[in-house]
Antibody, heavy 119, light 107 residues
Framework: VQLLESGGGLAQPGGSLRLSCAAS????????MSWVRQAPGKGLEWVSS????????YYADSVKGRFTISRDNSKNTLYLQMNSPRAEDTAVYFC?????????????WGQGTLVTVSS | DIQMTQSPSSLSASIGDRVTITCRAS??????LNWYQQKPGKAPKLLIY???SLESGVPPRFSGSGVGISFALTITSLQPADVATYYC?????????FGQGTRLEIK
């Protein structure tokens, strides 16, 4: 199993950024996926989850209405569209693979991509 | 939202010591409680799931216990490789929440 995040970098407050997570080594379409973030020097914070089919999504209140999780099962890729980012969204963003039948237990993680929101 | 509270926030112990970290939920999560280990600059790693099941490949010196609102992670004989921050996480309901973390160091 390999999860490779990309798309991080410097984002302007109120701008937009899209993170990607390329998955390999497992049948991507069969597993729920999630994004978890970690602000510098802080603990882990769940951001969003999406079921295997993509038909149901879940968000933390802190990002609801601004971030959108999606997936392309034909490309084995998970996405996080970040609109109107704020300084408090600055963090390392990890994508995480759910276990079979459990969207919210994560047995494989990417290495993370750093997003810095600053003008 | 279910609040998860870990204690202690940091811990220093000697090689070979038995170490216990506790996690308390603000309401019952039944057995939907997972433990992760995170080393500096690395992604978290799943250690224990469903409160007491050992993830494949994790050394048996790690164990978990508890149900409902009170849980514990125990390391029976602390090793240098165990220096890390440990997080509990409830997977019972959305929003998914983590404890604040316990930083474990070698004395």
């Amino acid at each position: 199993v390999q999860l490779l995040e990309s798309g991080g970098g410097l984002a302007q407050p109120g701008g937009s950024l899209r993170l990607s997570c390329a998955a390999s080594g497992f049948t991507f379409k069969n597993y729920g996926m999630s994004w978890v973030r970690q602000a510098p020097g802080k603990g882990l914070e769940w951001v969003s989850s999406i079921i295997d089919s993509g038909h149901s999504t879940y968000y933390a209140d802190s990002v609801k209405g601004r971030f959108t999780i999606s997936r392309d099962n034909s490309k084995n890729t998970l996405y996080l569209q970040m609109n109107s980012p704020r300084a408090e969204d600055t963090a390392v963003y990890f994508c995480a693979k759910g276990v079979y039948g459990d969207l919210s237990r994560w047995d494989n993680w990417g290495q993370g991509t750093l997003v810095t929101v600053s003008s | 939202d279910i609040q998860m509270t870990q204690s202690p926030s940091s811990l220093s112990a000697s090689i070979g010591d038995r170490v216990t970290i506790t996690c308390r939920a603000s309401q019952s999560v039944y057995k939907s409680l997972n433990w992760y280990q995170q080393k500096p600059g690395k992604a978290p790693k799943l250690l224990i799931y469903a409160a007491s099941s050992l993830e494949s490949g994790v050394p048996p010196r790690f164990s978990g216990s508890g149900v409902g609102i009170s849980f514990a992670l125990t390391i029976t004989s602390l090793q240098p490789a165990d220096v890390a921050t440990y997080y509990c996480q409830q997977s019972y309901s959305f929003p998914i929440t983590f404890g604040q973390g316990t930083r474990l160091e070698i004395k």
